[in-house]
């Protein structure tokens, strides 16, 4: 007994690894999914699977930043309100219109539209605010300088440029670049399909009878909400119920998906059954604990590709599990160039009187500040307390072995909702 005790611990720390070591072994598994050619009105958030190189000038002339008079800028030398300069019009352009063959020339002027070309001979323009206009002719007070309220050929896009690289998640200016070099459709990495299960028989769905005993199943809300928010595919299972039959058959029909999210029964409980069925299933099992608090029950295996993650089953550290761990997955298989988040450096503004023996992540709220960072918790640190993981804009990452933390001290936060900082 004493013996099997003691295989049992050397097992577990054998399948025990940091938080690092945990990054690693699973973006080691991920491969970047392929790709798929979509409308490029569809784009927004998708990742770019091809770099985009510009065959083209934007704008492809010279166009007019100004409504006014297209004029020779030398023709206004010496102007001023007491000795006006006085041009003959020769006609007007439109934004849309090709210049082919429209020409100012010494002495003239011509009507000229916001985006439309500049016409051959003019260099500058005129704002109409700034001259008069009187029976076929413009005068002009002040002198202009050349290339004034001009947009020169290729002064948004130069032919040649990289726009926009393989990996770059598009924002919605990125999508309105795509339109401009003439891009209807576009080359985009596939989105990984995620299929999630809750596991606990005593788990009742939002909206179902509650009994005793019983409590309502929030994982499967909080992991479908975090897989949309990466924009991968989410495939809600249900809840599989503690028993071999029902779990196995669950984990089998989400294998048929990319990633497989599953919550609860990987402890040391009686009814902890998804690492036997994980061992079953023929998975390869790379890890099963993790240092870290809360979400230390944390096992990652992988079969043919897919990626198996069997979170905790309490609510805070099954979100914190996915930030850290699935997150990353899901972006590299989405062929994102940025992965990890960084962290940004605040100061406490409270004591934490406590002795860190492992990493911990604290759920936080900070605050901008003169330009400085500020983070306090927000309350119960508890692995079943969502209320403060629903107040928390961020994680206070705290480092193993960290003495007590004074306020007025720098930590390490990461943002939980801006996925740039
Ligand atoms: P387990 O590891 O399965 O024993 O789960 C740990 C704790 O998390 C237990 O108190 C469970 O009741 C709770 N829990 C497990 N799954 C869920 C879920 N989907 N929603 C809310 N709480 C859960
Ligand atoms: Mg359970």
């Not at 577990?12 to 991920?30: F, G």
């Not at 006014?68 to 000795?83: F, P």
């Not at 795509?178 to 005593?202: C, F, H, M, R, W």
């Not at 009686?270 to 096992?299: M, Q, S």
Request: charged fraction near 25%; include cysteine.
């Amino acid at each position: 007994m004493a013996r099997s005790r003691k295989t049992d611990r050397d097992k577990q720390r054998s399948l025990t690894v940091s938080v690092e070591e945990a990054q690693k072994i699973i973006l080691d598994s991920v491969s970047p999914l392929g790709s798929e050619t979509i409308p490029v009105i569809e784009a927004y958030n998708r990742i770019l699977y091809e770099d985009i190189v510009s065959d083209m000038m934007i704008p492809p002339v010279d166009d007019s930043a100004m409504d006014g008079y297209a004029i020779i800028a030398d023709d206004t030398l010496g102007a001023s309100r007491r000795k006006p300069v006085r041009l003959r019009i020769t006609g007007e352009i439109q934004a849309g219109v090709s210049r082919v063959g429209e020409r100012v020339s010494h002495g003239t002027a011509m009507r000229i539209m916001t985006g439309a070309p500049i016409p051959e001979g003019a260099d500058s323009v005129v704002p109409f605010e700034a001259a008069r206009e009187r029976a076929g002719y413009v005068t002009i007070f002040s002198e202009s300088v050349r290339r004034n309220n001009c947009k020169p050929a290729g002064e948004n896009i130069n032919k040649g440029d990289t726009v926009l690289q393989k990996g770059d998640r598009l924002r919605s200016a990125d999508v309105g670049i795509l339109a401009s070099l003439n891009y209807s459709t576009v080359k985009v990495y596939k989105q990984p399909t995620v299929s999630i299960i809750s596991t606990g028989d005593e788990l009742v769905e939002a909206g179902e009878e509650i009994h005793d005993g019983q409590i309502r199943n929030v994982n499967a809300y909080t992991l479908y909400s975090e897989v949309r928010k990466y924009n991968a595919l989410p495939r809600y299972l249900g809840i599989a119920r503690d028993t071999l039959n029902d779990t196995r058959e669950k984990l089998v029909k989400a294998l048929e998906s990319d990633v497989v999210l599953s919550t609860g029964g990987v402890s040391m409980g009686k009814y902890d059954l998804v690492k036997a069925i994980h061992a079953d299933l023929g998975i390869d099992i790379l890890f099963e604990w993790i240092n870290v608090k809360p979400g230390r029950p944390c096992t990652f295996g992988r079969t043919g590709g897919k990626l198996v993650f069997g979170l905790p089953g309490y609510p805070v550290p099954t979100l914190t599990s996915f930030i850290q761990f699935v997150r990353p997955a899901l972006l590299k298989l989405m062929g994102a160039r940025k992965i990890y988040k960084p962290l940004v450096s605040a100061f406490l503004e409270e004591d934490l009187a406590k002795h860190f023996t492992t990493v911990n992540l604290l759920r936080g709220y900070f605050t901008i500040r003169d330009q400085e960072f500020y983070v306090s918790t927000t309350g119960s640190q508890k692995s079943s307390v969502l209320r403060s993981m629903s107040k928390a804009n961020c994680l206070i990452v705290i480092p193993e072995n960290t003495k007590e933390l004074k306020a007025g001290d720098k930590v390490a936060i990461q943002l939980i909702d801006h996925d740039e900082i």
